[in-house]
């Protein structure tokens, strides 16, 4: 039963990571041409950027594939525990790839708004304009594509990967505002929408890199979590007493150990088997959890380290 511990990412969530991946790159560079074409078209800085970011935007999903491809490799006999961790790392570099995106298109509107030269800019053209909605649309239908995919598979890279699509989207708007702002005479809005669109990018790689650091740091599982687990060992025939549970995140993969009290008159070979019910109801019913340890203790006795124990 052992092998338990050492099982890969399943295939099928590999399947999902790589195809939802493929086509964020396809809709990236289709974008990144579009809004280059538009933006040089129609004299536009702003589309221009938002073109660029677009492209950058390949990169992180290159990211996502290293991290989910390696988190999904077989333990070694330097990893016996696996690799699942890995794909923590991708999210951690996404979150600052992220953080250091939302940092610059906010210095760029603060710099614009304490220029104050707005009467320089040119007025983009119209085309600039379609090519803004196009891309907020498009962005905005690939981060719940993306979004859907990551709650699917626990998956924090593709998560990341989502809120870059997301980004990009709040950027679109911003480039949106701004291009219909300076048709409109108010080209001010342009910088003042960059600085609102950085908040809410800090606040999502913020959110990302704790996320990721929460499975890095063997965080235990929300307590509404640990409570139905509770639930459903107790339920299993021969167990009298749940003495004990602790989670701990890896990765997208959860450790479970336990301790429960058993009619301690019983055989060796019934403890046992009652420890192997609760083994495979764990992992069984709670499909992200990798391996459950199950400890027995004799019910007549309060616990002591000297207590008989079954590991399963």
């Not at 991946?21 to 040089?40: P, R």
């Not at 999210?91 to 104050?116: D, N, P, Q």
Request: glycine share 8%.
């Amino acid at each position: 039963m052992e092998n338990n511990v050492h099982d890969p990412v399943k295939p099928d969530e590999n399947k999902v990571a790589m195809r939802v991946s493929a086509v964020s790159i396809v809709v990236n560079l289709g974008l990144a041409l579009l809004k280059l074409i538009a933006g040089m078209i129609a004299r536009s800085g702003a589309m221009v950027s938002d073109a660029v970011h677009s492209a950058s935007d390949v990169f992180s999903t290159f990211v996502v594939i290293v991290g989910i491809r390696l988190s999904g490799k077989k333990s070694d006999a330097d990893h016996p525990y696996g690799h699942e961790r890995m794909e923590c790392v991708a999210a951690i570099v996404l979150a600052a790839i992220l953080a250091i995106t939302g940092f610059g298109i906010g210095v760029e509107g603060i710099r614009k708004i304490i220029g104050g030269n707005y009467g320089e800019l040119e007025v983009p053209g119209m085309i600039a304009l379609i090519a803004a909605l196009v891309s907020i649309a498009v962005k905005e239908w690939m981060y719940w594509y993306t979004r859907a995919a990551a709650k699917k598979i626990n998956s924090g890279a593709l998560m990341a990967d989502a809120w870059h699509h997301r980004s990009d989207s709040l950027s679109s708007i911003g480039a949106f505002a701004g291009i219909l702002g300076a048709r409109m005479g108010f080209p001010i809005l342009d910088p003042v929408a960059s600085v609102i669109i950085c908040v809410f990018i800090e606040k999502a790689a913020v959110d990302i890199f704790k996320d990721a650091v929460d499975k890095l740091v063997d965080k235990a599982c929300p307590e509404e979590l640990v409570k139905e687990m509770n639930n459903v060992i107790s339920e299993r025939m021969g167990v009298c007493r749940v003495d004990d549970i602790k989670t701990r995140l890896f990765g997208s993969k959860i450790y479970v150990d336990v301790e429960i009290a058993v009619d301690g008159e019983q055989t060796l070979n019934a403890a046992h088997k009652i420890a192997e019910d609760v083994h495979d109801a764990v992992e069984t019913k709670f499909e992200n959890v990798k391996h459950c340890m199950v400890h027995v203790n004799p019910l007549e006795r309060e616990f002591s380290r000297d207590n008989a124990e079954t590991d399963i």
